[in-house]
C-alpha cells in the first residue's frame, strides 16, 4: 500500500481562478518556490488545524499549538503580499498588521520546531529577504 497522496484540482474554462492554475501549472518554471510548496502551504495555513480537529485524537493543547502556528503562517502570508504589491501602508492604515517584526512572545504555544524569523520593515525590502519570509514561516 502505497504512502502518497494524489491530489487533482480542476476549474471550468470560464473559472475565473484561470490565472492561479496557469501559475502554479508544472509549465511554468519561474516560480518563486517549488511548486508543491506553495500549494500546501496556502492551503495548511488555515486548513490544517481544522483537519486535525476533525481527524480527532490530539489534545486541546495540540490543536491551539496548531492553530497558533496557522495564524503566525497566515500573517506571514499577508506580510508577503503587501511587500509584494507595496501596500505595507494600508497594512498599517487598516491595522491589520502594524508590525512585521512578530515576536515568539505572541506565540508562546508554538512548538520550537517552528522558526520565528526576526525581519525589520527594511530587511524585508530586499527580494532574498521577501522570499525566506514565507519559507520560514512554515519550516
Not at 11 to 33: D, M, R, T
Not at 43 to 54: D, E, G, N, V
Not at 111 to 128: H, L
Not at 130 to 137: F, G, I, P, T
Request: hydrophobic share 35%; aromatic share 12%.
Amino acid at each position: 500500500m502505497s504512502n502518497n497522496f494524489d491530489f487533482r484540482f480542476q476549474f471550468g474554462a470560464s473559472s475565473p481562478y484561470i490565472p492561479l492554475l496557469q501559475y502554479l501549472s508544472p509549465k511554468n518554471k519561474s516560480l518563486e518556490f517549488p511548486r508543491q510548496n506553495m500549494i500546501i502551504w496556502a492551503i495548511a495555513a488555515f486548513w490544517y488545524p481544522m483537519a486535525c480537529k476533525w481527524l480527532g485524537g490530539f489534545s486541546q493543547s495540540d490543536l491551539k499549538s496548531k492553530a497558533r502556528a496557522a495564524i503566525y503562517q497566515l500573517q506571514q502570508q499577508i506580510i508577503y503580499l503587501a511587500h509584494t504589491f507595496n501596500l505595507e501602508q494600508e497594512l498599517e492604515t487598516h491595522g491589520i498588521i502594524a508590525n512585521t517584526n512578530l515576536g515568539e512572545e505572541q506565540f508562546s504555544g508554538v512548538k520550537s520546531s517552528t522558526k520565528m524569523p526576526q525581519q525589520t520593515t527594511s530587511d524585508v525590502n530586499q527580494d532574498r529577504n521577501d522570499d525566506c519570509l514565507l519559507e520560514n514561516a512554515f519550516n
